[in-house]
């Protein structure tokens, strides 16, 4: 099968294009670069050893689209084109809409066009908002709190209206939680515009002596040691799950959704110490008061995945860390700079 991969030079896509070829996929990324570096194409090449076809195009614009489509003989998608900031789509949430639905329907119409009907899309679990109570299953009422966590709510709807007006669509929605980690080469992994808001880069930095310490917001809340509990998945696990779902459109077809999660949540200070033991490197930080939006708990219930397709993530926090310090030690920049 030839899958074409939109945002497939992004974090969670290249590594999801490596897992592809590895299982003995052909692949076509598509991406525009607006929020990737050119180099991580690159890297995937390098480990996989594979001459990786690569289209840049933009998902919003279907004449660049149907060029893609026209050159090669695709038989399913896997979608991560999209923004992907929560503050940033407060800042601009005109752009995310445009980008994260309107490229979406796009994409659709282009794949209705050339009669491909496999789809896999990149959601998250920002569209359930502010959701207590955890573990969060799939049934769960869908609250965002952000414009970011909208615009993949609505990506959603228009999938679920797809799938029931034409029963020729096999879609599968996956849920993200937090994806953290990096190949286990160290030659592929996160390489953000910008100083990093996630907290394994953050703490990649401060070990590296780029920063000074951490900013721990809040210890004050009701969890074991007062920190925020997140449940964070490897990218590799993720990749994986996207493998999965693929294969699992010969048993389960028409549209379904599923949580990627570790089903097990890593409060922050546990997650410093665990990079401090992988690291080797102590982690100073500096508590401060709460985030405003910030929930204490948020840990998936991915059983559906499970059972559905087979798959369940594999690693815990220590090999999330050390992967990523591997990655960040190399390439303490992302691609721009070289240690």
């Keep these: 099968m030839t899958i074409l991969i939109t945002g497939g030079n992004g974090f969670i ?4 294009t490596v897992a592809l070829i590895d299982a003995g996929y052909d692949v076509i990324v598509v991406d525009n670069l607006a929020n990737s570096h050119p180099k991580a194409i690159e890297a995937v090449r390098t480990i996989t050893q594979r001459p990786v ?3 840049r195009a933009d998902i919003r614009r279907s004449e660049e689209l149907d060029r893609v489509f026209d050159a090669f003989d695709i038989d399913a998608v896997i979608h991560f084109a999209a923004l992907k900031s929560v503050e940033e789509s407060a800042d601009d949430p005109l752009s995310y809409y445009e980008t994260n639905v309107a490229g979406l329907l796009t994409l ?3 794949m209705r066009r050339h009669e491909v009907s496999n789809l896999v899309f990149s959601s998250s679990a920002a569209v359930y908002g502010d959701c207590i109570d955890p573990p969060i299953d799939e049934d769960r009422r869908l609250e965002p709190t952000s414009p970011y966590g909208r615009t993949k709510a609505m990506a959603e709807a228009l999938l679920t209206d797809l799938a029931a007006s034409q029963s020729a669509w096999n879609i599968s929605i996956l849920r993200y939680f937090n994806a953290v980690g990096a190949h286990r080469s160290g030659q592929l992994g996160e390489s953000p515009k910008g100083v990093p808001r996630n907290l394994l880069p953050a703490l990649g930095r401060v070990a590296l002596g780029i920063d000074d310490g951490l900013i721990v917001n809040g210890t004050d809340y009701d969890t074991p040691d ?11 696990d993720l990749a994986r799950g996207h493998l999965h779902a693929l294969e699992g459109f010969e048993k389960h077809g028409g549209l379904n959704t599923y949580n990627l999660g570790c089903g097990r949540g890593y409060s922050v200070l546990e997650t410093i110490e665990a990079f401090e033991r992988a690291s080797g490197k102590a982690i100073p930080f500096t508590v401060k008061a709460r985030r405003p939006g910030d929930i204490p708990e948020s840990v998936s219930d991915a059983s559906r995945a499970e059972r559905d397709l087979g798959w369940r993530a594999e690693y815990a926090i220590e090999a999330m860390c050390a992967d990523t310090w591997r990655w960040m030690r190399s390439f303490p920049h992302g691609y ?3 240690a």
Excluded at 13 to 16: A, I, L
Excluded at 226 to 236: E, K, L, M
Aim: glycine letters at 8%.
């Design 108 to 110: 659709i119409q282009c």
């Design 226 to 236: 007062g920190s925020c509990i997140r449940d964070y998945i490897h990218v590799a």
């Design 336 to 338: 721009d700079a070289r």
């Design 13 to 16: 896509g290249s590594h999801t």
């Design 53 to 55: 076809a690569f289209e």
